[in-house]
């Protein structure tokens, strides 16, 4: 039976034979997110996922093979995260969802408004027409003022 550093000795050996015997074409069936597939390197290896993370020299051989395939164009480059400023955290602002719903209020009186206007523009000239019958009416003497 063998002990745990000779275990990782011979995932290190048998993950460097893998990554001999492997072409770019090999490598590029198994690219998951810009990166190795680690699920089948392992099983490509023959040792367990958490090896890959655990054993510091795999890990480290993993590692150094993904950059090197980076360099080659096998693989994506890695993307930068953004930083806008690490200093600095994002200060919260406590109105924003007053100013959220001050915003949508004052957009429903907007369009209440223009309805109420165009209802007053319509009976204003309902009245202009009764204005001027009832105008009519009173001049012919049928109607007093």
């Not at 074409?25 to 699920?39: A, M, S, T």
């Not at 590692?63 to 690490?86: C, H, M, T, Y």
């Not at 109105?95 to 959220?100: D, E, G, H, I, M």
């Amino acid at each position: 039976m063998v002990n745990g550093q000779q275990k990782a000795l011979q995932n290190l050996e048998a993950f460097q034979v893998w990554q001999a015997t492997q072409t770019h074409d090999d490598f590029q069936q198994i690219i998951v997110r810009g990166q190795l597939n680690r699920g089948e390197v392992a099983k490509a290896v023959g040792c367990g996922k958490s090896a890959l993370t655990q054993n510091p020299a795999l890990k480290k051989a993993l590692a150094l093979l993904e950059e090197n395939l980076r360099e080659k164009g096998v693989l994506p480059p890695l993307k930068q995260p953004i930083k806008d400023s690490p200093e600095k955290p994002k200060q919260y602002d406590n109105t924003a969802n007053l100013k959220q719903l001050n915003s949508k209020r004052s957009s429903t009186l907007e369009a209440e408004n223009i309805e109420l206007k165009a209802k007053v523009n319509v009976l204003e000239n309902k009245l202009k027409r009764y204005d001027e019958l009832s105008e009519t009416l009173y001049e012919m003497g049928i109607m007093p003022r």
